[in-house]
């Protein structure tokens, strides 16, 4: 017979192998597997757990020992301030696309009725976070993959935010007269031999791999967005941060105007912003 106390200590010495938060990890899963509050395991730590709680936790463990990232074995994940639902099916949203986030909202919001399009949605993060900063914009999420559309829904659900949902590739699934005052992406951007691919290995790979290059996503939705933006709309494009001089070229050629690459807090190119061409 085990408490909760007992099985914190031999998740948190356990964890240590997998994880530089080992502490904090053994609180979270407990917490998660258990449905309590992480603060409600140090009120009961002497309540003895049944057997299907200890099966629930050791399953979670065993889990995350085998290299699950944490998010998945959550089944949640904080991005811009908003706990959204993730599993296997998506990409885990990564602190570097707050950037983008941050870029968008520092824009001005025009006078006519906003509409935004977030280019493979994932979990909805992009989408959704600027969803629940510009209520009053009307936005709509693209992904082609169905498993992860869903995950999608229900985070909007979740947070009660409003977001057209489309399944497709890119801009296929769009009104042909559909025109944005902002196209976000955070696309996929490794190439199919990109050396850390194996530490992704738990991730979808058609999250991560464009192409050969890598840059056949971005190229694609570069290619096809000047005719769905307003006279004066922004692209925000997230990228790999070798692929700044790349992505700024490509928006060149199809006569992008303004076109910038932002760093994010180390230093590296993330993300490349631009106005859409004159004759678009
Ligand atoms: C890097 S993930 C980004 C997910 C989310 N936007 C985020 O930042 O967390 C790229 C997403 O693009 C989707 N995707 C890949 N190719 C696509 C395509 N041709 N059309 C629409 N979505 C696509 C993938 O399924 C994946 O969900």
Redesign the pocket.
Known sequence: MTNLQEWQRRMHAQLASVSDQPAQEARWLMAQSLGLRPTELLVNAHQVLSSDQEYALQKRLDERLRGVPLAYCLGEWSFYGLDLEVNAA??I??PD?ELLIHLALAEAVPEHEMQIL??????G??ALALAVARPQARVFA????LE?LAVARRNGERLGAKVVWLE???FAPLDPALRFDWIVS???YLASADPHLPELQHE?L???VAGPSGLE?LESIIQGAGKHLHPGGQIFLEHGWEQGAAVRKLLRTRDFQQVQTHADIAGRERVTTARSPNHA
Not at 118 to 123: A, Q, R
Not at 142 to 145: K, Y
Request: aromatic share 4%; charged share 15%; with cysteine.
């Open positions: 998506v990409l949203p990564r696309s977030d280019l493979g949605t994932g979990s993060a992009l693209v992904e082609q993959s992860a497709g590739d890119w955070n696309p996929p979808p058609a999250a991560l996503c």
